[in-house]
Each structure stands twice: as C-alpha cells, then as structure tokens.
C-alpha cells in the first residue's frame, strides 16, 4: 500500500473538482481501487504504487488542458482520466511540459538551445550550460531538478554557488553568516518560488529535501541520489569547479551553468569554466549546451544589449 499527497496551485480547485464535486466523483469512478481524498487543495492518493502512478500521470494532462482553456467539462474528464492510452491531443500539447509552477503556470523550454538542454539532461548525468544572461539557464537547469524530485528520480536538490560578486567581500556585508549569503543565493530561491507553492518551497527547505547553499560548503560532501546544480560557475576556480565535480554520487544529475563574459574573479585567478570544455571534452556522460542572444527570454533588449558587448569584444 502505498500514498502520495499532490498539491493543486490553482486559482480555485473547485474549477477542477466540479460543481458539487461532479468532476472529482467522475475521476473516483475511473480509479476504483484507489482511495482519493481531496481537501481544499491537497489530493490524497492511497492505494496500489502503480495505479497512483497512473493516476498523477493523467491528472497531470487534466491540468494542461485546465490551464490551456481555463475550465475542465464531463468530457475532458472522460476523455483524459478514461482512456486505455493517453497519448492524444491533450498529452502532445503538454509533453514538453517540465513543471506545473505556481498559479497553474507551465514551466517549459522556450528556445532551441534550452530545450537542447533538456534533451542533454536525460541523456547524461553532467552537463554544462553556457551562455549570457537572460538565457534561461539557471531557470531551465532549476525546472529540470524539480521535474527528477516530483518524479522520485531523485530524492533531493542541492543549489550552489560561489560567494563572489563583483569584488565584494563577505566580511564587509552586514548580518550573521546567512544574511550575507543570502543576496548570493537570490536568483535560485526565485526560480524555487515560481515553481513550487509556498508552503511546500518552505517544508522542502525545512527537511533539506531542497539545499541551497554556497559552493565551499560542498567541500568533502558525497551527494547521492541528488539533483545538483553549480550556478555562476564562471565564478568557480580550477580547484573549486573540480571539487564540485567530484562530489557527484550514486543516481546523480549535476548540472553547471555559467557566463564567462561575466567574471568577477581576482584578476590572477583562472576560471574553472574557460578551462572545463577543453578538460572534460569527449567524455561519456558529459555534454556542452552553448546558448546566446536568441535564447534571451528577459526584455527584449537584453538581447540588443549582449549583441552589442559582443560586437565590441570582437
């Protein structure tokens, strides 16, 4: 006997339970041995692990279809929870669907090269994501850490990275050692909270289901079974980025993002991610996903802005 607990971050649940609870009594109906409980927003799910499974699956599709056209009939509730195989329309326009964030938001790839990072993800256990700002790679590497947690893939979510801005030093921030690394850590909890509801971001960090933490915290740490992700690895030295490297354990995914035009490195200090493409070229398991202008999804300045630095560098 097993259970699992899925949460709707929807608008109002009652748009997906019915009116009097029509359309959830439709859904019990279709998983007679599964015992479904729903509670404002939390489904329960007890029964047989593979016919839970099935259920989060084409409750999932449910969802797309909610978010696409903002409202579920008798019809679509037969169509996705009743059939043999779900693999109609309703699942092709959400295959490429990596996270339902918060308020029923589809988390997807956007670009050709954000998606190329997500085709290198399943099939190698470390890839490199390389690119300006603005070009999805932290948001795209933290959308496919969630989707390995939800799907039991893994069982925890390590977010690092180094302490180094700007030239700024830690000593002279104000506030005990969290508060000044917390500013560092800022774009990582954003991505978390557009994914996740709050309460289960909060509940995720309280357990350490989630870490986030900087880079020199890793040091003598084996993280198996684990989702790992070094953010602004420009930033990273020889010594550090091979350290993160080698804390990679068993059932593992490592993913490391950075922009060598951004960094903030003491002017004698090496990059470890200039040296890593040549290092670690044609290793098994190992990919390059390069991403640029056109993978830009901020204002559509930032794009123009790049381009520009870009002519001057040339």
């Known amino acids: 006997m097993s259970e699992s607990i899925l949460q709707l971050d929807i608008g109002s649940p009652l748009d997906i339970y019915g009116p009097g609870d029509k359309y959830l009594n439709e859904i019990k109906e279709f998983f007679p041995t599964l015992k479904i409980i729903a509670r404002g927003e939390l489904i329960k799910l007890i029964g047989d692990e593979e016919q839970i499974k099935n259920f989060?699956?084409?409750?999932?599709?449910?969802?797309?279809?909610?978010?696409k056209f903002g409202k579920i009939n008798e019809d679509v509730v037969r169509q996705v929870?009743?059939?043999?195989?779900?693999?109609?329309?309703?699942?092709?326009?959400?295959d490429d669907v990596l996270v339902f964030g918060r308020h029923g938001k589809l988390i997807r790839a956007l670009t050709p090269n954000q998606k190329k990072m997500v085709s290198s993800s399943e099939k190698n256990d470390l890839i490199f994501a390389i690119g300006p700002a603005g070009t999805g790679k932290t948001y795209t590497a933290v959308a496919l850490a969630i989707r390995a947690l939800k799907s039991k893939q893994v069982k925890r979510i390590i977010l690092t990275r180094p302490a180094i801005e700007a030239g700024e030093?830690?000593?002279?921030?104000?506030g005990d050692m969290k508060e000044k690394l917390d500013p560092y850590l800022q774009p990582l909890y954003d991505a978390l909270r557009d994914m996740l509801p709050t309460?289960?971001?909060?509940?995720?960090?309280?357990?350490?289901?989630?870490?986030?933490?900087?880079?020199?915290?890793?040091?003598?740490?084996?993280?198996?079974?684990?989702f790992a992700i070094l953010d602004e690895a420009q930033n990273a030295s020889e010594s550090q980025l091979k350290m993160f490297l080698t804390r990679m354990g068993k059932s593992s995914k490592?993913?490391?993002?950075?922009?060598?035009?951004?960094?903030?490195l003491p002017r004698k200090k090496l990059s470890g991610l200039l040296q890593a493409p040549e290092l670690l070229k044609g290793i098994k398991g190992i990919d390059f996903v390069h991403l640029d202008g056109r993978d830009v999804v901020r204002h559509k300045l930032v794009s123009d802005i790049i381009d520009a630095y870009n002519k001057k560098e040339t």
């Open 199 to 226: 309460q289960k971001f909060l509940s995720y960090l309280e357990d350490e289901t989630i870490e986030i933490a900087p880079l020199a915290f890793m040091r003598g740490r084996t993280l198996s079974n684990a």
């Open 81 to 94: 929870m009743g059939d043999d195989e779900p693999n109609n329309q309703t699942a092709a326009k959400g």
């Open 254 to 264: 490592f993913i490391v993002t950075g922009d060598v035009t951004q960094i903030d």
């Open 56 to 67: 989060e699956r084409r409750f999932d599709l449910l969802l797309i279809h909610y978010d």
């Open 169 to 174: 030093s830690l000593g002279f921030l104000p």
